[in-house]
C-alpha cells in the first residue's frame, strides 16, 4: 500500500483497465522505474518511506502548486472534469485568512489586493502569495478563453501527404511550394476549405534517415528539407560561379523527380537533402538585401533560445554525427561551458542552421497566405506528432524535462496484444509544471505560427502517457497521468491567440470522459468511417445522423488502406504477401467480403449508390457522400482516393518489409500522379463534386 500511494501522489498508476470491467495490475518493478525517472527512489522500503514522507510533507507545506488555471466565461454548467471548479483557482479557496495575493501580468502590470479574477487578461501570469506566518508560495496562472477557435459553419478539403505530392518542380519529393500551389487550387477550384498535411518536423540525420515524421529530431522547428529552392528569393540574384552551380543541381534534382514519376524508384529523403544542402550552401554566398537581412535578425531575435539550441545541435551532428553517445561527454549538456566554447567555434555552422529555419518559416506562411488568398475558411491544418527522437534536438535542450529511460507506446489492446513502444521519451508531467508548462506553450506558439489549424496525434497523451521502461516489453509499461486541464488551458490559450482550430486524434483507446472533456474545450474529434459503428450493441454501422458533429470525419487515414484498397480486398492480399495475417488468408478474405459488403449495401439503402454491377469509382462518392450527410463540422478526402490509389503511405508493424513513408501518389495502376495531372483530372473532380451543396455555385466551401 504504501508504494501505491507513493504512486499515486506522482501519478503513476498501479493497475490499468484495457476494457470495462478489466483490471490489469502493473508490476511493482515497472512502478518502482518509472517513480526513479521522476527523481523518486522507491528501490528498497527504506527508501519508499522516505519517499513517501518527504513528499506528503511537501504537499502539506506547499501553499501553491506550482501552475494553476481560470477559465474565462466558464459556466458551471456541471459539465467541469473532476480537479477544479470554474471561476477562483480551488487552490486559492483553501489559502490562510489573510494572505496576501499579488498577480504580475505577461505584460508586467502587477494586481495586488482582492483581485477581480473574472477580469484577468488571458495569458500566463505570475502569482505571489504570502501567508501570515511569513510563508510565500509562486505559481504559475494560466488564464484561458473557455474553447478554441471553431471553424466557420461546415467545410471539406484534403488530406496528403507532402512528401507524397510532387509536381513538375519538386526536386524528389513534394515540398512548401507544392503545398503552396496545392492550397490556391485546392481553395479556388475545388471549393476546399483546408489542406491537412503530415508532420513537418525536423528529421535526425542518419544513414538512412529515419523517414517517419512522427518520430522527428524536434517538433519546435519544420526540416528544411521541405524548401523550394527556387522560392528562395536569393536564388533569383544567384550569378558567375554560383548560377552554374545552382543549374547543375537542379539538372540532378529533375533526375530524381523523374526517377519517382517515370521509373518507379522510391521517394529518397537522403538524395532530396543532399542536393538541397549544396544549394542553400550556395545561396549562402549571395549577399541579403537589407530588408531581408533585417527579417532574418528579427526571426532569430523571436525564437531566441530555443532556435539557437536546434541551430547548435544541428552544426553538432554535422561534426560528430547524431548519436549523442559518441559526443564529447562535455556537449552533452547544452549549458555547460564545453558547449558554449564549441557553439562559439561552429557559429558560422550555428549561424547556417538558424537561417535554414527562417527561409522554411518564410515558405509556410507563403503557403498559409496562399490558403487565405485562395478563401479557405481554415487554411493549412498542421500536424504535432505526439513525441521526439531520443537523439534529437528537442531531447537534448530540453532533456530536464524529460523522463529518462522511459519510452512512450500503449498497452495491449483488442488491435495488438503485444502492445507498443513507440521508441519516444515521454515529458515529465512535474516538470512540465514546475516551469509554467514552457516547453509546451513554445511548442504550440511556433507550431501555430503558420497555421489555420493543428491536428494533435494522440490527443489522449494530453491527459495520459503509457511510459515503457527501458529494456522491458510494450506489455510491462504503465500509464502517467498528466494534468489536462493545464494541458488543455495552455492549448486552448495558443489557439485562441493564433485563432487556430484544434482536431485531436481520438482513435483506438480512450479513457472514460476524455472525448467529453475535449469536446468542452472545442477540440474537434476524429472519425473514420471503417470504425464507427455500434460496438456494444449490433455492430451496424452508425446510421450518418448519429456521428458526433464535433468532428473531422474521413473514410481512411495514412496509416490505413485507401478506400480503394478497402473496396477492393487488396490490403488484404498486401497483408498476406508480406506475413502480417493472423488468420489463414481465406478467413481474413471472407471476413474482409462480407464487411464491404455490408458497408454497399447500407449505402445502397441510403440512396447513395445505385443498384448494379460494381463499379469502384462510384462506390468511393458514395462512401464520401456519406460523410457528408454526417454532421461533421469538418469531411477531408484522402487526396490518394481520388485517383484510385491502392497503397497505404504507412503500414503499421513493418519497417524494411515495406516502403513506408516513400511512396508518390499514384493512381489504380501505381503510376505516380503530378499534382498537375491532379488538377484536371476527370475521376479527382467528379469525386470532390459530391461534397459541394447542390445549390451551391462554383467555389462554395459549406457541406
Known amino acids: 500500500m504504501t508504494l501505491a500511494r507513493l504512486a499515486a501522489l506522482h501519478g503513476v498508476a498501479t493497475a490499468y483497465s484495457p476494457s470495462a470491467g478489466v483490471t490489469v495490475p502493473v508490476s511493482d518493478a515497472t512502478v518502482v522505474e518509472v517513480l526513479a525517472a521522476l527523481d523518486v527512489d522507491a528501490a ?20 501553491l502548486p506550482p501552475t494553476l488555471v481560470l477559465w474565462q466565461d466558464d459556466p458551471d454548467d456541471g459539465a467541469q472534469p473532476p480537479g477544479r471548479p470554474p471561476g ?35 495569458g500566463v501570469h505570475r502569482l505571489d502569495v504570502r501567508a501570515r506566518d511569513g510563508r510565500t508560495g509562486r505559481s504559475t496562472l494560466i488564464v484561458a478563453p473557455a474553447r478554441v477557435p471553431q471553424p466557420p459553419g461546415r ?75 527556387e522560392d528562395v528569393p536569393e536564388y533569383a540574384y544567384a550569378a558567375g560561379e554560383d548560377r552554374a552551380e545552382l543549374d547543375a543541381l537542379t539538372g540532378r534534382a529533375a533526375e530524381l523527380r523523374e526517377g519517382v514519376l517515370r521509373k518507379g524508384e522510391l521517394i529518397d529523403r537522403d538524395a532530396v537533402w543532399v542536393l538541397k ?27 531566441g533560445q530555443a532556435l539557437l539550441d536546434h541551430a547548435t545541435w544541428c552544426a553538432f551532428t554535422e561534426r560528430y554525427g547524431a548519436d549523442r553517445r559518441q559526443w564529447p561527454e562535455g556537449l552533452r549538456d547544452p549549458r555547460s561551458a564545453a558547449t558554449a566554447r564549441e557553439r562559439d567555434e561552429l557559429a558560422d555552422r550555428v549561424d547556417f542552421h538558424c537561417r535554414l529555419a527562417w527561409l522554411t518559416d518564410e515558405q509556410l506562411g507563403a503557403a498559409a497566405r496562399a490558403a487565405r488568398e485562395a478563401g479557405m475558411p481554415v487554411g493549412i491544418v498542421h500536424d504535432l506528432a505526439v513525441g521526439v527522437h531520443p537523439d534529437g534536438a528537442d531531447a ?14 500503449a498497452p495491449p489492446d483488442a488491435f495488438n496484444a503485444h502492445g507498443q513502444d513507440w521508441g519516444l521519451p515521454p515529458w515529465r508531467p512535474d516538470a512540465l509544471a514546475a516551469s509554467g508548462y514552457a516547453p509546451y506553450r513554445d511548442l504550440l506558439r511556433g507550431l501555430l505560427r503558420h ?117 477492393t480486398g487488396e490490403h488484404v492480399e498486401l497483408r498476406h504477401r508480406l506475413g502480417l495475417l493472423a488468420r489463414p488468408l481465406e478467413e481474413e478474405r471472407a471476413e474482409d467480403a462480407e464487411e464491404v459488403a455490408e458497408w454497399l449495401a447500407y449505402l445502397r439503402g441510403l440512396g447513395l449508390l445505385e443498384e448494379g454491377p460494381r463499379d469502384e469509382e462510384a462506390e468511393i462518392r458514395a462512401v464520401y457522400r456519406f460523410l457528408r450527410r454526417t454532421p461533421a463540422r469538418m469531411a477531408g478526402v484522402w487526396l490518394p482516393d481520388a485517383v484510385g490509389d491502392r497503397r497505404p503511405q504507412n503500414l503499421p508493424g513493418t519497417w524494411d518489409q515495406y516502403p513506408n513513408w516513400r511512396l508518390p501518389v499514384a493512381d489504380a495502376e501505381g503510376r505516380p500522379v503530378t ?29
Open 396 to 409: 537534448w535542450a530540453q532533456a530536464d524535462a524529460f523522463a529518462p529511460g522511459m519510452s512512450v507506446g
Open 675 to 703: 499534382l498537375e495531372e491532379l488538377a484536371v483530372s476527370p475521376r479527382l473532380h467528379a469525386l470532390m463534386e459530391v461534397l459541394r451543396p447542390s445549390t451551391a455555385p462554383p467555389g462554395a466551401r459549406g457541406l
Open 277 to 303: 544542402r549544396q544549394a542553400l550552401e550556395v545561396l549562402r554566398r549571395v549577399p541579403l538585401g537589407p530588408g531581408r537581412q533585417a527579417a532574418l535578425r528579427e526571426f532569430r531575435a523571436g525564437q
Open 155 to 229: 467545410g471539406y478539403g484534403v488530406l496528403v501527404q507532402l512528401y507524397s505530392l510532387l509536381s513538375g518542380r519538386s526536386w524528389g519529393m513534394g515540398d512548401l511550394g507544392d503545398l503552396r500551389e496545392l492550397a490556391a487550387w485546392a481553395g479556388r477550384d475545388l471549393g476546399a476549405g483546408f489542406v491537412q498535411v503530415n508532420p513537418l518536423h525536423a528529421a535526425v540525420p542518419g544513414t538512412p534517415t529515419d523517414p517517419s515524421p512522427y518520430r522527428p529530431s524536434s517538433r519546435r522547428f519544420p526540416d528544411p528539407v521541405h524548401l523550394r529552392i
Open 451 to 567: 497555421a489555420g489549424a493543428l491536428r494533435i496525434d494522440h490527443v489522449m497523451g494530453l491527459f495520459r502517457l503509457w511510459w515503457v521502461p527501458a529494456g522491458r516489453r510494450p506489455t510491462e509499461g504503465t500509464y502517467i497521468r498528466y494534468d489536462a486541464e493545464a494541458m488543455l488551458a495552455v492549448l486552448v490559450l495558443e489557439a485562441h491567440r493564433a485563432g487556430a482550430v484544434v482536431i485531436g486524434e481520438d482513435l483506438g483507446t480512450v479513457e472514460p470522459g476524455v472525448r467529453e472533456s475535449l469536446q468542452r474545450r472545442g477540440v474537434l474529434g476524429t472519425s473514420v468511417l471503417w470504425f464507427e459503428r455500434d460496438w456494444e450493441g449490433t455492430r451496424r454501422p452508425l446510421a450518418p445522423g448519429t456521428w458526433r458533429a464535433d468532428c473531422v470525419a474521413t473514410a481512411t487515414t495514412h496509416d490505413l488502406p485507401s478506400t480503394a484498397a478497402r473496396l
Open 88 to 122: 477562483l483557482p480551488r487552490p486559492l479557496t483553501s489559502l490562510p485568512p489573510g494572505t496576501d495575493v499579488r498577480i504580475t501580468t505577461e505584460h508586467g502590470d502587477e494586481i495586488s489586493g482582492t483581485p477581480r479574477w473574472e477580469r484577468l487578461p488571458v
Open 44 to 63: 528498497t522500503p527504506e527508501a519508499l518511506r522516505a519517499s513517501l514522507a518527504a513528499t506528503e510533507a511537501a504537499r502539506d507545506a506547499r501553499l
